[in-house]
């Protein structure tokens, strides 16, 4: 149920970045907020319900996109597996780690959805403009990661994951 | 087999959650795919959400707008009312022309098409994926919006709807990478193709011959030959040519007419009707 409030959640966020970003100009950069949720959810929840959730919070990221290809929910269930591995060797159960792990996985992601976009799509335009962005979205996702901590906390989904693992 | 899948349940899931949307991706690329049940309640449920915050975003704004040109506001209002007294004397002027070209355009037969059939939107949202550029409409399917509708503002063109659902429309704006309209210059008639650069900032020119005379300042316009865009729609302005010693084209950089984080009215425009007028002129003055 837990899991279900944190895809809630994701959704409204993004509901309220679409109408930031036009309020405040295209040239704001993103905050990645559905990433933030999924590597909440791999440091915290079991494996399938995790998976089931980072795959509905990638969906409404591609839904929002405008021309909805899968590629996000893939990236989105990629980045949970792969922050799940990632948190055998570093335990980023605290806010500051949190935050960290998040902004990590925000230059990843954004550097795999640019090279994923730019095979398919073919453009003749190079993929630097969406990349050079990133830092700054990273900075700005990691700051919402710490600002988000304490509700995430309470969302915390069963707290059931004793050991870190990718497939535990 | 059986005791395998069980043994195994969670990583065959995980690795379901994983793969399929992968193969969605690379069967279908940068195409997207029609919007299915589950996008229409994600799209029917997010839609009024962001119309509610748009609002009270616009109505905290106007508020503090209000306030502050307050000052100020009788000297304008008497300067106002001077000019609305001569605004009068002349729209009557032009009340009766119009009457006058009316009776004439009956007398010889002729059939005006209508221009009413755009369909004003507002923009409630924008696409958080920096990867592609496309905004939000207040207007759907229901309203008579459908995919490939171009869409207009007074100043130009901002992009192409490329979804639609019941109560609301995504439109693809013209800086997206994947963008590309038929255009045509106007000074010189030269004909380009502009596509976006992907920064939501800049548009670029392709498809235009080394030698072809093309001019910082020149006003570039749809052509109409992409059976998407009306002919006549103004795209953006020619900041910068570069022509490289070699090869068969030209590279251009445009400022595009319309800049997408200003938008908050639109016209939606059905693929057969007129083109408002508004959005045939140049709104910046060119040399």
Redo the contacts between chains.
Sequence with gaps: MKVLALVGIG??L??????????????V???D?TLLLVVFLSLSAG??EG??A??AL????D????????????LA??TY?VVRLGSVVVDARGRGLFALVTGAAVVAH?LF??F??WL??R???S?V??V??LPL?AVLTMAAALALWPLLQRLDPGKERPEPGA?R | MRGLFGRYR??F??GA??V???????S??????D?NV??RV??A??AP??GA??WL??GV?DGVDGYLTLRGAREEARACTVELSQTRAELNTLREASLENERLRKLLGYVERSVDTEIAAR??????????????LSRGESDGVHVGMPVVTPDGVLGQV??TVSGSA???LLSD??SRVGAVLQRTRVRATV???????RL?L?NTGRDADVQANDVVVTSGTDGIFPKGLVLGTVEAVQRAPSGLFLSAQLAPAV????VEEVLVVPAVAAVPPAALLPQRSTP
């Design positions: 959704l409204l993004l509901c309220v970045e679409s109408v930031a970003v036009k309020s405040l100009g295209f040239s950069t993103r905050v907020v494996l399938v998976a089931f980072a795959f990638g969906y409404l990221l839904v929002f996109t405008g021309r909805p290809t899968g590629l996000f929910p893939f269930v990629l597996l954004g959805a640019t994923f976009t398919t799509s453009a003749a335009q993929p403009a969406s050079s962005g979205q497939l | 969670d990583v899931i995980v959650l994983l399929f949307p992968f193969v969605t991706f690379l279908s690329g940068h195409k997207g795919r919007p589950v996008d994600v799209l449920v997010a959400i962001q915050l748009t975003v616009d704004g923009v409630v949202g924008v696409n958080p994926s920096p990867q592609f550029l496309s905004v939000r490329v979804r995504d439109v693809m990478p994947v596509v976006g650069t992907g920064d939501g900032k670029a392709e800049v997408p984080g200003t």
